[in-house]
């Protein structure tokens, strides 16, 4: 491959990281990757998509996913839309031979999910689920000491992930407020939090079990405008239904037998994005807060008798060393930055190069597929009244 063309669907707050993640990805590490060009942001919201692609560098915009399909000059694309409009998209840019990268969670229904893994199966193209939160140098790192049996089994798991992008009633209705139940904040930021709980752990959930989805703030107002990711903006006096969860919760139980228990919420004042887990095991603990996302905590109890101690990342954690343009300890490192390394391993892999000599690969649609089943065993059981739902078992982890 000569080159790579590059394009993003969708200009809003997650758009944009995506857009920022390919511009810096190839700065990153050695210069083993072909030319990168950034083709086109494409966005039904033109002055969005335009000031978008100019502040990102990328050669023009457009205001159709269709023009990006029909595109001679782009090879890789990221789908960053409503959740309802994954597959449409995502199936003709995989038809058109491109290469995708899907925004989680696949899909707002399981159906459309089973159709893109079949058509990601069949596509000469790849296709992969952005699951940024696994670039984290401390998650990786934490999930690598559970695989070095340093932990031990892995017992119990808790997790959190508590934001407020919807705790002000009068916040405008939006698609996010639509879609069944399960598909509010269990799936939009609990997609992400039962991913790591599974992925830090290095084992799927067998069943999951006491699932509580509830709606507390019950209607919003329509607005006056177009509304672009969680920002608000003039709003009308007419109101609308909200028809998905505000706040989440379930306990899931490991193959192994291992427990976890996890909440999430869209209305917790104060929490703009506070994820944090702990992972207890039979021979230690460690715990991980994103709100200080450059450090972990860790406790072996014949080295740390006295609780908790606070490692700072470095070097010698994952994605520090040549990677960073400051690859000193204790530079700091954020979310943002797992965009950039998501988008580097998306065209690591576009470009042919070998799996051992690059970051690791993305998750495949099939880690989004089972993220969906999960989901939706929690939603099953929350119907039942907390009752214990299985998780079918569709593959293995991606490492």
Not at 185 to 209: I, K, N, Q, T
Not at 357 to 363: H, T, V
Request: proline share 5%; hydrophobic share 40%.
């Amino acid at each position: 491959m000569t080159d790579i063309g590059v394009a993003v669907i969708g200009a809003g707050m997650a758009g944009k990281a995506h857009a920022a993640g390919y511009r810096t990805a190839p700065a990153l590490y050695d210069s083993v990757l072909p030319p990168i060009r950034l083709v086109s942001i494409a966005d039904a919201n033109e002055p969005l998509a335009d000031a978008t692609a100019r502040r990102f560098g990328f050669e023009r915009h457009d205001t159709s996913w269709q023009a990006i399909v029909e595109a001679d000059d782009i090879d890789v694309v990221s789908v960053v839309v409503a959740n309802s409009l994954h597959r449409e998209i995502v199936e003709a840019l995989l038809s058109a031979g491109k290469h995708v990268l899907c925004e989680k969670p696949l899909s707002d229904s399981l159906d459309d999910a089973h159709a893109m893994v079949a058509a990601a199966t069949a596509a000469p193209g790849i296709a992969r689920i952005g699951l940024t939160y696994r670039r984290s140098p401390g998650i990786a790192h934490i999930r690598d000491l559970v695989r070095s049996g340093l932990l031990g089994r892995v017992l119990n798991v808790s997790g959190q992930y508590w934001t407020d992008y919807g705790c002000d009633p009068e916040a405008p209705i939006s698609w996010r407020y639509k879609g069944p139940q399960g598909s509010g904040a269990l799936a939009d930021v609990g997609s992400h939090l039962a991913y790591l709980a599974e992925f830090v752990a290095g084992a799927e959930f067998s069943s999951v079990r006491g699932g509580t989805l509830s709606t507390v703030i019950p209607t919003r107002p329509k607005p006056l405008g177009v509304v672009v990711g969680h920002e608000g903006g003039a709003v009308s006096t007419e109101r609308e239904s909200v028809e998905n969860d505000d706040v989440a919760a379930f306990s899931g139980v490991y193959a192994d037998g291992g427990t976890a228990t996890l909440q999430v919420s869209r209305v917790a004042a104060g929490h703009s994005n506070s994820l944090t887990f702990e992972v207890f095991g039979e021979k230690g603990s460690a715990a991980f807060d994103f709100r200080h996302p450059g450090e972990f905590q860790l406790y072996l109890p014949d080295a740390d008798d006295s609780g908790y101690r606070t490692v700072t990342l470095g070097p010698r954690h994952p994605y520090w060393r040549g990677g960073l343009a400051m690859d000193a300890p204790g530079v700091g490192i954020g979310q943002n930055d797992g965009f950039v390394f998501q988008a580097r391993a998306f065209l690591e892999e576009v470009a042919g190069i070998p799996a051992g000599s690059s970051l690791p690969r993305n998750a495949g649609f099939e880690d989004g597929l089972h993220n969906m089943l999960l989901i939706d065993a929690v939603a099953q059981s929350a119907r039942l009244d907390g009752a214990a739902v299985a998780v079918p078992s569709t593959h293995s982890l991606t490492t």
